[in-house]
């Protein structure tokens, strides 16, 4: 015992000699996540879920011996990086890159998961544990881009409900059911708060407003047409996507509006669908966010 604590002491002083002083501290920092890899099945089930193309950008946080991003960059053109605070595992991963002949599009770096710069990734990938992946979402929902997707395997992030699930099978698992769980999250734009538009609808052009209140990417709306209610339908958001339907009465006629569109911060630019009471048409549609609101996220609340 006494041998074993001397002996991590030289390891220390050595290291101290040898490396830099960030390297050192890594060198030091304890794994907050063992190491265990995603069977190749369960890869395949992620990128497949996430629809990973060559236009993606995929970070794998915690990322091993590199298998998730080896294997997007292979399957569909994406590319990509890991971030490892294991420095073997790192090396594994880079020299597993080259053989696999993704070097070109693919990197692993040794640092922490916590540190890393996830804003310009399309795909997140993680096989964290609950608690990390809880600490990790406000960064996810407050710097990754609208749009973009989150995979997890295993655990989910709490209160943040996936947007899609799937359950794989694993015979040899090496903890629990023989099955694997995978999460996937679209990052929700923030569209909390009042927004207006203009429709020219039952002959007239009427002025349009929907508050809408947000928890992640659940949404619930009051829409007003010209001061007056409406019946809404629902909105619903898909990373920036966000659809909104309603109905309104006209002389007496009831009119079903479907709007949908690409919710751009303050503006949304898409189509809306009217028919009902003598109307039969799409056209376009432009609202803007004349009072900005909070996108609540449990206790917390984030504005971007
Ligand atoms: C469960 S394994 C997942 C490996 C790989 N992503 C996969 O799915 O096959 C978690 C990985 O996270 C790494 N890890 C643990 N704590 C970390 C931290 N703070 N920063 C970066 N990596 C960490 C571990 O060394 C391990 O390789």
Redesign the pocket.
Known sequence: MMRAHRTGWLFFLLALCVLPPWRVALAQ?A????????PSNVVAAMLEMALVTADDYLI??????G??VIEAAKKSGARGMG????AN?VYMANEAAKRQGVAGQVRFVE????NADISKTTVL?M??LPNINLQLRPRILGQMRPGARVVS?DFDMGGWKPDLHREVAVPNKSYGRPVSQIYLWYVPANVAGKWQWRLPVGGATRLYEARIDQTFQELSDEVLVEGGGATSRGARLRGDLITLDLVREFFGQKVTHEFSGRVEGDRIVGRARISGGGNNATLAWEATRVERGMMRIDQESITK
């Open positions: 920092q794994a907050d996540v063992p190491y265990v890899s995603t794998d946080l915690g990322s091993g011996d298998r998730i971030v490892e605070l294991d595992l640092g922490s998961l916590f990938t096989y964290l395997h």
